[in-house]
Structures are given as structure tokens and as C-alpha cells.
């Protein structure tokens, strides 16, 4: 479908509420529990979707200036994303092309060069490699103009890159994000200032984590201290776009809002919004907003992933109360998600193997 004005949102969780239900699906879904258990499946996801698909892999203010890189593994990959002199961002694998070492730490930080800790083999930020010691010994060094690091097909659009971790491999982002990308642009991600401290929260598995971000049926109840007391439950609008989604949530502020121009609305105040960039990214915020950035990576198994947490500011972070603001704020989402959502992933992932196949309902 066609990214719509968040004012038409906004006036479709108004009817929601009024008739006492969110937007439906036709009819009854179900999935067999299997699909959450089994290693060859989940084996067949890494393959099949985290190694071939466009996967968001930075914000462009994440890695804003020359040198700037993010670093961190993801599906078995180590990957580096890295905005080079040119100003153009570039991902890589994440090891030196002499015996594999990694060229830089995981997390973020700015290196106009990149140095392998092993033999010190040197590559700038176009992955090239421009030296190594006793070189004579490699002989011309002509002969290693096709060791550079390993880059991956990467591009990016409304403030954020996208690279497919596959060496080689082709990408058409605009095919892929199709009209998802008019509904991120209505973010303004570019314009976000992010929060230096990240958090990084275990999960069970990533399909039963996913479907927590797109569920707003569990708010009133496993939320019930807190997001709970400001939403409406399950009282969503779904807008799909291929295999992206945008998730409207109504906060009950919105009851007020019946018969006054939807121009005159408070759109941050009377709704909450997810856009889920598929497979592995939930976006929770929306224009003029902090925003949170959820990068979900899947673990070593078919239990197991990992939630990486980013916190943006829509203002500079140039003041300790606005850093502490945002530091408050990273302490109750990882509490709410953390304590709450994952912790009943894991649960879940213990108890389904018990149901031997029994079917989810959706």
C-alpha cells in the first residue's frame, strides 16, 4: 500500500478506539509451534533471509563524518560499517584479508585507517589495503591490489544503510523497501542526534521476539505498570509494505481529540508508532519524538537472539540534564523490554517444545 499522511493514522486509531477494535486480519491465523524450534529452519532463515535481504545495518547519524564506523556481528557475520573520505558509507566484512583477524573492535568509533592487530596490515575507508609491514616479502605489491577488505552491497536511503551481507550479491533497495520508504522518510531519522550508550539485551527466539514489536494486544496486561496506563490496548492500525509494517498504537489521550480538527491534533501525544523494517529492525518513534532503534540479531541457535538498543534525541545532546534525560529514558526501556517482553520470549522458547507441534493462534 501507499505511505499515508500520519494524520490519516492518527484518525483511523480514533475509529478503532470508538468501535472497540484494532484492524483485523480476514480471519483466524495459525502457525505449528515447530516453526519456533526447529534448528534446520532456523538454519534455513540465516541463509535464506539474514544473508540475502537488504538488512538496516546503520542510521546515517550513527556513522555521520569521515572515518565514523559501526562495528558488530550479526548472523554469523562480522561486519563494519564505515562512512568513507568520500562521504559515502560502505560495509564490509569485518577481517583482515591476510588471516582474518578483525580490523577494528565492535562497537563504534572513527579511524581514517583501519589496522589489523595481527600483522598490521593497513586498509582506509574504502577498504582498500594501503600497507603492511615488510612488504618486499609479499612481493610486487601490485599482486595484492584484490586484497582489500570484502565489501558488502550496501546503500542508503532516509537516513539509514542498508547492506546485504553477502559478498557479490545484487540489491535494488527501492525494490525492496517499495513504499515503506515514503512512510521512514515521514521519520526524519536524519535529523535524530544519537545517545552514545547502547544496550544489549538477551532474548529467545527472533521470530517469537519479532512478534512481540507487533503485537499490541499484550500492552494492557504484561505492561500494565507502565506503557499500559498511556495505551489503549490493541486498538491498532497495521499498514503493510511488502514485508515491512508500520503499527499504529493509541495512546488515551486520543478520546479528546473526537470532533476537533485532525490539524489541530498533538500527533506524538495521542499515538505511538513501530515501523518494522523486516527482518530485524524495529523503529519505535515518530517525528519531533526521541526515537529507540531495536537492531534484533539472531543467536547461535534457534532459541536464542540478541536486542541491540539505540536511543536518538531530536535535539542536540549538548547539555548533561538532555545526556541524563536520554540516560533515563535508555534505563526504562531496557527495564520494560528487558524485564517484560524478552524475559517472557525466553519463557516462551522453554515451554513450546512441550506443545509437540500444537499450533500458535494469530
Known sequence: MAATPLTDVAQRLLANVEQDHGDLAPGIMRLPTTNYTDPAMYQREIEQIFHKVPLAVALTVDV??????????????????????????????????????????????????????????????????????????FGDISDLGDMGLLELPTAERVG?????????????????????????????????????????????????????????????????????????NNRNTWDLFGPHVRLGFANKTIVAQKGQPVETWDLPDVMSLVHYVFPNVSISGQPGRATMVSRLLPGPSVSEATVVQFHYSREPLDSPDKVQAMETRRKLYAAITGDEDFDTVIDINRTIPGMCGADFVF
Open 64 to 137: 555521520p563524518n569521515a572515518g565514523d564506523y559501526l562495528a558488530y556481528d550479526i548472523a554469523g557475520r562480522a561486519i563494519v560499517v564505515v562512512r568513507g573520505d568520500d562521504g559515502v558509507a560502505r560495509t564490509f566484512v569485518n577481517a583482515c584479508r591476510h588471516r582474518g583477524a578483525p580490523v577494528v573492535c565492535n562497537g563504534a568509533g572513527t579511524a581514517r585507517r583501519m589496522t589489523c592487530p595481527y600483522h598490521a596490515w593497513v586498509f582506509d575507508t574504502k577498504g582498500s589495503l594501503v600497507g603492511l609491514p615488510q612488504r618486499e616479502q
Open 160 to 232: 539509514i544503510v542498508f547492506s546485504v551481507l553477502t559478498p557479490g550479491a545484487t540489491m535494488d533497495i527501492d525494490e525492496w523497501l517499495g513504499d515503506m520508504q515514503g512512510a521512514l522518510e515521514l521519520l526524519e531519522l536524519e535529523k535524530v542526534y544519537p545517545h552514545t550508550t547502547t544496550t544489549s539485551l538477551p532474548s529467545g527466539n527472533w521470530k517469537s521476539t519479532a512478534d512481540g514489536y507487533l503485537d499490541g494486544y499484550h500492552i494492557g496486561f504484561l505492561h500494565s505498570s507502565n506503557l499500559g496506563l498511556k495505551q489503549v
